[in-house]
């Protein structure tokens, strides 16, 4: 009974290996067609990785900020590989611990995971993806450090950064780590601040920009010709 079990696990883990590594392979070719059609793709799938603090604080442009750093005729090409380390990231993170079951949530289940990367290229460039590395992360530090103070910090600190990134991080990770630090021992009480904060920086960091904010950054757009 016992090696009956043992064998359908392994069997199960390399199923799960042998899949990912097939989407390993058609990553890698729809990668390599991507840098020979980049500039025919549609500026909708990078303009808002290049929202910025141009006229003012607003919101969802604290990435933008890192990719403006780069010489304009690279920006396109700063969010491709930034999004593609991600992606191959998480690949590697779910070949590490297939037997998590984290991993496998996030890898098969994610609206915003691998599935819709596989299917729809563009759709990897979405800020929401980002949102799956933080959870990974979240794992990570979790597996290596058990001061439950310094994991709410740091998960505090993430999800801050996330809200500025795209405020929908709220909604669709937060519980997500609310949830991760609950199973980990964290305590109610930890989970109840950490949701509290984290809440406070969604109100605080999640206003509609002004008029002349978004007029201030329509003229940064349009100065260098992208829609």
């Keep these: 009974m016992i090696n009956a079990l043992r064998d359908n696990k392994n069997k199960f883990e390399l199923a799960v290996r042998s899949l990912i590594g097939l989407f390993l392979l058609l990553f890698a070719y729809k990668f390599y067609r991507l840098f020979f059609i980049r500039s025919k793709l549609n500026d909708y799938l990078f303009s808002e990785n290049l929202l910025n603090y ?13 990719f403006i750093v780069l010489p304009e005729a690279y920006w396109k090409m700063g969010v491709m590989v930034f999004y593609t380390v991600m992606v191959i990231a998480l690949l590697a993170f779910v070949l590490k611990y297939c037997r998590n ?45 058990k001061d439950h103070s310094v994991n709410l910090l740091i998960a505090v ?14 909604f669709l ?4 780590i609310a949830w991760i630090l609950y199973v980990n021992h964290s305590g109610l009480k ?6 509290l904060m984290a809440g406070i920086a969604f109100l605080l ?12 950054l329509d003229l940064f757009f349009d100065s260098r010709n992208i829609n």
């Design 54 to 66: 141009e006229g003012g604080y607003i919101r969802r442009s604290l990435l933008g900020n890192l």
């Design 173 to 176: 990770a937060m519980p997500v």
């Design 101 to 145: 079951i984290y991993a496998l949530l996030i890898f098969f289940c994610a609206p915003f995971g691998i599935r819709m990367v596989m299917f729809d290229f563009g759709s990897m460039y979405r800020k929401e993806f980002i949102f799956y590395l933080v959870i990974m992360l979240m794992i990570l530090i979790y597996r290596q450090y």
């Design 205 to 216: 960091l999640s206003k509609t920009p002004s008029a002349s904010q978004l007029l201030s």
């Design 157 to 170: 600190v993430l999800s801050v950064l996330m809200i500025m990134i795209h405020e929908s991080f709220i």
């Design 190 to 195: 930890r989970v109840i601040a950490y949701m």
